[in-house]
T-cell receptor, first 110, second 116 residues
Framework: DAKTTQPNSMESNEEEPVHLPCNHSTISGTDYIHWYRQLPSQGPEYVIHGLTSNVNNRMASLAIAEDRKSSTLILHRATLRDAAVYYCILENNYGQNFVFGPGTRLSVLP | NAGVTQTPKFQVLKTGQSMTLQCAQDMNHEYMSWYRQDPGMGLRLIHYSVGAGITDQGEVPNGYNVSRSTTEDFPLRLLSAAPSQTSVYFC???????????????FGPGTRLTVL
């Protein structure tokens, strides 16, 4: 399975944008890029996914590099509730058997 | 919809005891899986099922058994608990093949297990 690399931790101020990077240099042409997050003491929850084009939803935006070897999750205005561990995951098997790395722990400062 | 439910929320076992962690989903999802999460780490896949009657091993299956007799339920059995199995266990479900590519996984709230 293709792997992802993320910074261990990041910090942001409340109400400022946050850009969470992910490198996936061995991504294959059919791998989708998923982002999940895990709030303290909860199970992971879906944030966004994409294949080639940039994607927006009510939670976040996903910017995918043209060569697809990296992507960035963008939270437009961080809130205290966005403090979580964010996981970047490559999926090539119908949403099954995700491989979770350690993710990026995002701290949001008031 | 209740989504994915897990029981119990917390459990303490002694070494050598056996128990079953329960997982149920009410979304008619084909695919279900069990992960474990050790402190400060990401989730690791234990077992998964692509439909009733079909199960397979994930990355860390040793010491665990699963069965899938119905679409809704996917219990995880610890055969003889060991301290190394102290972890938080998450169950997840998705539409799997029926959902096509990139379908969302839904996770339960987790079971926190301590083995003494």
């Amino acid at each position: 399975d293709a792997k992802t690399t993320q910074p261990n931790s990041m910090e942001s101020n409340e109400e400022e944008p946050v850009h969470l990077p992910c490198n996936h240099s061995t991504i294959s042409g059919t791998d989708y890029i998923h982002w999940y997050r895990q709030l303290p003491s909860q199970g992971p929850e879906y944030v966004i996914h994409g294949l080639t084009s940039n994607v927006n939803n009510r939670m976040a935006s996903l910017a995918i590099a043209e060569d697809r070897k990296s992507s960035t999750l963008i939270l437009h205005r961080a809130t205290l509730r966005d403090a979580a561990v964010y996981y970047c995951i490559l999926e090539n098997n119908y949403g099954q058997n995700f491989v979770f790395g350690p993710g990026t722990r995002l701290s949001v400062l008031p | 919809n209740a989504g994915v439910t897990q029981t119990p929320k917390f459990q303490v076992l002694k070494t050598g005891q056996s128990m079953t962690l329960q997982c149920a989903q009410d979304m008619n999802h084909e695919y279900m899986s069990w992960y474990r999460q050790d402190p400060g780490m990401g989730l690791r896949l234990i077992h998964y099922s692509v439909g009733a009657g079909i199960t397979d091993q994930g990355e860390v299956p040793n010491g665990y058994n699963v069965s899938r007799s119905t679409t809704e339920d996917f219990p995880l059995r610890l055969l003889s608990a060991a301290p190394s199995q102290t972890s938080v266990y998450f169950c997840a479900s998705s539409r799997g093949l029926a959902g096509g590519r990139a379908n969302e996984q839904f996770f339960g709230p987790g079971t926190r297990l301590t083995v003494l």
